[in-house]
């Protein structure tokens, strides 16, 4: 990074550290917040807030800050004798905090809120024993210590959101509750403060209670009234009059959420008016109309972005992680189909391994098909195969290894004294041969039937673990990014969209955003993308898009550069060569190149038939080998009659973390380079459609800079490479498609044009 020297000769300006400012400002905030909330009051003289909020800021700088503040206050408000009986309650509190704080007790939820309740009961009851009990003091001093506690407890989940959480999530539930009732202690003490003889404390529940009801309907617009009444009704020590004022407005409000502004406002100020006729309160009334309608008035003035705001920190996330029934009833049919495919495989291959009834392999019976076909009309057929059947028996033997080796059988394959006996010696040999022609073709066919049925049964195998795979997948509960979820529907929420939101781990550990709602396309856009990267803290690109609905991924932090170059043989109008790329859902780039059996419009069939397959097969999941071993069955079975087969070069590359391999099926060389050093990837397998053997597997793992040249055996004759091994080498990274033109040109110079020849290059990047 750059950094600007100061030419001018000027001082800098000397500033605080950030951490040091950030602490005195939180020492700031509790001293303003405790002397304000002394000032509030339950049942007419019991003022537990401040002492609450001592109790929760610990036993540091903060700590004294909130003490402080908490005298100030109970002195202020309450004068010196009553308000010395807080101010003695909280410098107990937080001499205990002071005395504990670093022991592992004190860090347990209960601690603090159990402490606060028993040294405020503890003084709250000597105080009151000097001045008497009646029903109504005993009421009012359990009621206190109950709420001393309480209040610790929420003060400290909203402090948190402040402390530990700043910015980084929405609230949870028992967040809001403590936030709700910070909120509201704050508004007891502010009733008392008037402006042109309205209250501020309940001119500001009014607007908060209709804010709510706007934007969350009827039952967060009734919570807040509930909450807000109640408070006002306790600060002033009354029946709960102002519940009703607040609480039914918010309820029949909250029936035009997300509606017109003014609509929702005219409907909450004409049923809190109904609400105050309807429980006349004599002089309170007129008053309590003004401060509704001025309260009304605020809520209408507020602006825009202030009620996005309010809204995208307000949002609360629905319950995930539900599984539904379609999806489990998915599975078990996707498992129980497995299973089905799996029991005919079984079957299929225990039919197969059953030997036949009649046994025509035996090479032994060729000399007895043809005897049935000669030697039944000779005459010397009693004394062959009667008188000396043992001898001929002997002779035939003898004959029968070389014939098999050599595929026909000779005169000289036989004992000197069977071929000067046999009279027939020349029918026998044609018949002999016939019959070893047609037991070499039963053998070839029974062995071509052989390889299919084990193709067949091998292709219900896998799909049967293909069904398997997914049934798990589809079983699995998907892993809800439940903070980054809540964020993004924060983030919607300041754009004015509304809809369905989810954000979850995809089986590959990448983070995926499902939006769906009106103008839910928006956040396609480049801007709102990062934006939105920002929100949930990794960069994001756009995959499927529709009419109110995205789906958004996380942006791979490398990138391919890539270019290829193809000719056909000379004269041949169809190159047998193909290849493809493209990026599947996890993220991983994959670069295909096949080369068919020949050249032409057969051989570019062949190579077209493997590229479509594989992508399917890639593209669904399945792993690299066995998709290539399905594949070569498939070809191998296409091609029983006609023949046909193809190289597979296959190039996978995790383009989030740079690893990945190379598999071939009897493909032509391949080219890595890392740094100066070029290192060449050569397999052994055969093709694709003549075996069912595995891949050849190079792992791969690079880094920015390194480059990758896949080709055909048209390129490279043999091992004279080095020339290639130069053109990479010096390549300069800028275009890999001028380098693939290059070693295309190269090799018609050096090998012609006698073959198909295709040229993929590509270089690993970091993406900017």
């Not at 969350?216 to 020590?237: E, I, W």
């Not at 006729?277 to 605020?298: H, I, K």
């Not at 050599?406 to 046999?422: L, Y």
Request: hydrophobic share 45%.
């Amino acid at each position: 990074m750059l950094t600007k020297e100061n030419t001018m000769g000027d001082k800098p300006a000397h500033r605080l550290p950030a951490s040091l400012a950030l602490r005195l400002s939180d020492c700031g905030v509790r001293f303003l917040l405790a002397a304000v909330l002394a000032g509030a009051e339950l049942l007419g003289g019991h003022s537990l807030f401040a002492l609450a909020l001592v109790a929760v800021s610990g036993p540091g700088a903060e700590g004294i800050a909130a003490l402080l503040g908490a005298a100030l206050g109970y002195l202020s408000f309450r004068g010196l004798a009553e308000g010395l009986r807080y101010v003695a309650a909280s410098m107990m509190v937080y001499a205990i905090a002071l005395a504990l704080g670093e022991f592992r007790i004190y860090q347990k939820p209960w601690f603090m809120p159990a402490v606060a309740a028993a040294l405020n009961g503890l003084v709250g009851f000597v105080y009151q024993s000097a001045a008497g009990w009646s029903a109504g003091d005993r009421v009012g001093f359990v009621t206190e210590v109950v709420l001393t506690a309480g209040a610790v407890y929420l003060y400290r989940l909203a402090f948190d959101v402040w402390e530990k959480r700043r910015g980084q999530e929405g609230l949870s539930v028992p967040q809001t509750a403590g936030v709700l009732l910070l909120a509201v202690t704050l508004a007891m003490t502010l009733a008392k403060v008037e402006a042109a003889g309205h209250s501020l404390g309940r001119v500001l529940c009014v607007t908060a209670t209709l804010l709510c009801a706007w934007k969350g309907g009827v039952g967060t617009g009734a919570a807040a009234g509930v909450a807000a009444g109640l408070a006002m009704d306790l600060s002033a020590g009354t029946p709960p009059w102002y519940t009703l004022v607040y609480s039914f407005p918010g309820l029949f409000s909250g029936l035009f959420t997300r509606q017109n502004r003014l609509l929702c406002a005219g409907a909450y100020l004409l049923s809190g008016a109904a609400a105050v006729f309807w429980t006349w309160q004599g002089s309170d009334t007129l008053p309590a109309l003004r401060e509704l309608a001025v309260g009304t008035a605020v809520f209408l003035l507020l602006p825009d972005r202030l009620l996005r705001r309010f809204a995208s920190l307000s949002q609360q996330e629905a319950p995930a992680g539900e599984e539904p029934r379609a999806r489990r009833l998915a599975a078990s049919q996707l498992g129980e189909t497995a299973s089905a495919f799996r029991a005919v495989a079984g079957s299929l291959r225990s039919a197969f391994r059953r030997e036949a009834a009649l046994n025509d392999g035996d090479a032994a019976r060729i000399f007895d098909r043809a005897a049935d076909r000669v030697c039944v009309k000779c005459r010397q057929k009693e004394r062959c195969w009667h008188q000396e059947y043992q001898t001929t028996r002997t002779a035939l033997s003898d004959a029968l290894p070389p014939m098999l080796d050599r595929g026909e059988a000779r005169p000289e394959d036989f004992p000197p004294h069977f071929a000067q006996r046999c009279t027939r010696l020349d029918a026998f040999l044609m018949a002999a041969n016939g019959e070893l022609a047609a037991l070499l073709q039963r053998r070839r066919y029974d062995s071509r039937v052989r390889e299919s049925r084990a193709a067949v049964c091998a292709q219900y195998g896998e799909l049967a673990a293909v069904l398997d795979r997914a049934a798990v997948e589809l079983a699995k509960e998907p892993a809800v990014d439940v903070r980054r979820q809540r964020l993004v529907k924060r983030h919607m929420a300041s754009l004015g969209l509304e809809g369905r939101c989810a954000v979850y781990a995809d089986r590959y550990g990448h983070l995926r955003v499902e939006v769906e709602g009106p103008g839910a396309e928006a956040l396609a856009a480049p801007e709102e993308l990062s934006k939105l990267g920002s929100v949930v803290g990794c960069p994001l690109r756009a995959g499927e898009a529709a009419k109110d609905a995205v789906r958004l991924t996380q942006r791979e932090p490398l990138m391919v550069m890539a270019g290829g170059a193809s000719a056909g043989r000379e004269g041949t109008p169809v190159s047998g060569d193909a290849g493809l790329w493209f990026k599947d859902d996890s993220g991983v780039l994959n670069f295909l190149l096949c080369d068919g059996m020949g050249s032409g419009a057969a051989a570019r069939s062949d190579s077209q038939c493997a590229l479509s397959l594989l992508e399917k097969f890639l593209r669904v999941g399945l792993p690299a080998e066995e998709a290539l071993k399905t594949v070569g069955e498939a070809l191998a079975l296409r091609g029983e009659e006609e023949g046909g087969f193809t190289t597979v070069d296959l190039l996978r590359l995790d383009l989030f973390t740079g690893r990945g391999g190379v598999y071939k099926l009897g493909a032509a060389p391949s080219y890595l380079r890392r740094g100066a050093q070029v290192e060449r990837l050569a397999g052994d397998t055969l093709p694709a459609g003549l075996a069912g053997g595995k891949a050849d597997v190079f792992p791969l793992d690079l880094a920015a800079g390194d480059c990758v040249l896949l080709v055909t055996d048209g390129i490279v004759s043999g091992k004279d490479d080095l020339w290639l091994r130069s053109l990479l080498a010096e390549f300069d990274g800028l275009s890999p498609q001028e380098l693939a033109a290059q070693v295309l040109a190269e090799s018609g110079k050096r090998a012609g044009g006698g073959d198909d020849r295709t040229a993929i290059a590509l270089k690993l990047d970091l993406r900017e």
